[in-house]
């Protein structure tokens, strides 16, 4: 039986709902056995049989749906969280963000194209000053060996 | 316990007119909970798919199968969607509680 209750909700702001009991919501029994809701219960790893009650809001605070932005492409993993602070740089003060694997490989590929490069310092002299880096070359370039990653570590922002 | 005091085991938006479909005739649903964001897409024509990102881990299970990057990125550009093209008063958002 799907019941409900007349409640208010603790995670959305007040100013932007009301709330119903769903006791007979034609909306909610319909959800409910659509191919949609339970492909998405599912994915809680909740059955439609263990649903003892539905509350419903109107309306949503898009804030919630902000979510979006914790689905991460990359996750900093301990390898290169150590290889960071062993170079003296913050997490917080480095932000690659990718769109995809082979953006990934472009940017490792450009990466190892520049360290190869520094075997030859006109060569890198012109790459930087086309990047708009003027700073002294041989403290631009760091070498992440765990991970292969090589960080251009200050004027980074300016790539 | 009250539901009152009880957290959902998910929260899921979607259009309160059932009816309603994005500018480009397609459906979305949105759902979450404190481990999961869940999106369902129906579009106008092709197949439904139904995105799962693990908040923990960050994979995402696309139509119960693994996914990649590169589902990520489409799963972002559909909330992207999702969000620009909606306003906050069409929606409603059904609370789920379940017997455990």
């Known amino acids: ?159 | 316990m009250t539901k009152q005091d009880s957290k959902p085991q998910a929260r899921i938006v979607q259009f309160a007119d059932e009816t309603k479909t994005l500018p480009d005739g397609s459906k979305m649903i949105y759902a979450e909970n404190d481990d999961k964001i869940v999106l369902y897409h129906q579009p106008s024509f092709g197949v439904t798919m139904t995105y799962s990102y693990d908040r923990e881990t960050g994979k995402i299970i696309v139509n119960g199968k693994e996914g990649t990057n590169i589902d990520k990125r489409t799963m972002i550009k559909l909330g992207s969607y999702f969000i620009q093209n909606s306003k906050e008063d069409e929606f409603v958002t059904l609370n789920v509680f379940t017997k455990k």
């Open chain 1, 1 to 159: 039986m799907i019941h409900g209750s007349a409640n208010s909700s603790q995670q959305l702001p007040q100013s932007s709902f009301s709330n119903v009991n769903v006791s007979n919501s034609p909306l909610v029994q319909k959800s409910l056995n659509s191919s949609g809701f339970k492909n998405i219960l599912n994915c809680f790893g909740i059955k439609t049989s263990d649903v003892s009650g539905v509350q419903k809001d109107f309306g949503v605070s898009l804030k919630m749906m902000e979510s979006f932005k914790d689905v991460q492409m990359i996750q900093v993993n301990q390898s290169k969280a150590s290889a960071l602070a062993a170079m003296g740089i913050e997490n917080a003060s480095l932000a690659l963000v990718m769109q995809s694997e082979e953006e990934i490989k472009l940017l490792k590929k450009r990466l190892k194209e520049i360290k190869e490069s520094t075997l030859d310092k006109k060569a890198i002299a012109k790459l930087l000053a086309e990047l708009g880096i003027s700073q002294n070359l041989d403290s631009l370039v760091f070498t992440d060996e765990t991970g292969g990653l090589y960080i251009i570590q200050s004027q980074f922002e300016n790539l």
